[in-house]
């Protein structure tokens, strides 16, 4: 009975001793003799938009780990989902960055980029919606001594602005001025801008019709970009030379004037826009002098 006693003792110490020894190699030298392990606290604090344009935009998500106890703690390994519509749409994991220090807080930085594109053709019904609510879902692994690696689960929720179709209002074609040679025409179109951020010029291909038929042919590429929540007027000329026109229309020679078609469509680059609200036509009337 001694024996068997002595035996389950000596099981006892020596799996003791190993425990010591592993926690020895492990913790001793960054837990203080005595000190309480306590769990780390941790806060969302903010999803800050630092980038948008009509392609897509940026959200750098902050959260706060807060380290109460007397010695650092790892760098968690943080995986995020990111869910529009309660559907998950993005993934990412952080991995690298400094220990917390004991008694300190450190911030996590999370960026999240996201391409309009994508939301678009997953979620087609968004298109036209000024916003739409997303949600952040973060799981948070920290190794803690003797308490083992824990995961902590924090989630954000927020509106996730949408790119807003520009409009184009009021074209019109007019003859700037004109001789026995040519004539100047000047096309002009107010270009309206909902969204908060600038929005670069679209490029305009046009192609202006002489009976129905295509005579002149150009795009027009304009580098300033249209403001914030602003109406900006674009203009362009066309120049139409009458030795031109009569060698093509030789049925004009002897007209005063001839009815004409500027057909013209604005491109944005992006794909989630309406093209066809872009696209029309103008009617002008073309004097033809001698």
Same mark, same amino acid.
Do not use: H
């Given at each position: 009975?001694?024996?068997?006693?002595?035996?389950?003792? $000596?099981?006892?110490?020596?799996?003791?001793? %190993?425990?010591?020894?592993? %926690?020895?190699?492990? @913790?001793?030298?960054?837990?203080?003799?005595?000190?309480?392990?306590?769990?780390?606290? $941790?806060?969302? $604090?903010? #999803?800050?938009? @630092?980038?948008?344009?009509?392609?897509?935009?940026? $959200?750098?998500?902050?959260?706060?780990?807060?380290?109460?106890?007397?010695?650092?703690?790892?760098?968690?390994?943080?995986?995020? !989902?990111?869910?529009?519509?309660?559907?998950?749409? =993005?993934?990412?994991?952080?991995?690298?960055?400094?220990?917390?220090?004991?008694?300190? !807080?450190?911030?996590? /930085?999370?960026? *999240? +980029?996201?391409?309009?594109?994508?939301?678009?053709?997953?979620?087609?019904?968004?298109?036209?919606?000024?916003?739409?609510?997303?949600?952040? #879902?973060?799981?948070?692994?920290?190794?803690?001594?003797? =308490?083992?690696?824990?995961?902590?689960?924090?989630?954000?929720?927020?509106? =996730?602005?949408?790119?807003?179709?520009?409009?184009?209002?009021?074209?019109?074609?007019? =003859?700037?001025? !004109? /001789?026995?040679?040519?004539?100047?025409?000047? *096309? !002009?179109?107010?270009?309206? +801008?909902?969204?908060?951020?600038?929005?670069?010029?679209?490029?305009?291909?046009?192609?202006?019709?002489?009976?129905?038929?295509?005579?002149?042919?150009? @795009?027009?590429?304009?580098?300033?970009?249209?403001?914030?929540?602003?109406?900006?007027?674009?203009?362009?000329?066309?120049?139409?030379?009458?030795?031109?026109?009569?060698?093509?229309?030789?049925?004009?020679? &002897?007209?005063?004037?001839?009815?004409? &078609? %500027? +057909?013209?469509?604005?491109?944005?680059?992006?794909?989630?826009?309406?093209?066809?609200?872009?696209?029309? #036509?103008?009617?002008?009337?073309?004097?033809?002098?001698?």
């Amino acid at each position: 009975m001694k024996r068997k006693i002595s035996r389950f003792l $000596l099981k006892v110490l020596m799996a003791g001793i %190993l425990l010591s020894a592993a %926690l020895s190699l492990t @913790t001793c030298e960054s837990i203080p003799v005595g000190a309480v392990i306590q769990e780390p606290e $941790l806060k969302f $604090l903010s #999803a800050d938009l @630092t980038g948008i344009t009509l392609n897509g935009l940026q $959200l750098l998500c902050k959260i706060q780990v807060n380290n109460p106890n007397q010695f650092k703690i790892p760098y968690p390994e943080t995986d995020w !989902s990111f869910f529009i519509n309660n559907n998950s749409f =993005l993934k990412g994991t952080v991995r690298k960055g400094q220990d917390i220090k004991a008694r300190s !807080s450190a911030i996590i /930085d999370l960026p *999240v +980029n996201i391409e309009y594109l994508g939301i678009f053709n997953s979620f087609r019904s968004l298109r036209g919606n000024a916003q739409v609510p997303y949600r952040i #879902a973060t799981s948070m692994k920290i190794p803690i001594p003797v =308490l083992g690696e824990k995961i902590y689960n924090i989630e954000y929720t927020g509106q =996730l602005p949408l790119p807003q179709q520009p409009k184009v209002s009021n074209p019109t074609m007019s =003859l700037s001025t !004109s /001789d026995a040679t040519r004539a100047e025409l000047v *096309v !002009s179109m107010n270009l309206e +801008n909902p969204n908060s951020f600038p929005v670069p010029a679209p490029k305009i291909t046009y192609d202006y019709m002489i009976n129905r038929s295509s005579f002149i042919k150009g @795009t027009v590429e304009n580098e300033r970009p249209l403001a914030a929540r602003a109406t900006t007027p674009v203009n362009f000329r066309i120049q139409v030379s009458y030795t031109d026109l009569i060698r093509s229309f030789a049925t004009l020679i &002897t007209a005063s004037s001839v009815a004409t &078609t %500027l +057909n013209y469509s604005l491109d944005f680059g992006v794909p989630g826009f309406n093209w066809n609200d872009f696209a029309s #036509a103008i009617p002008f009337t073309l004097p033809i002098r001698r």
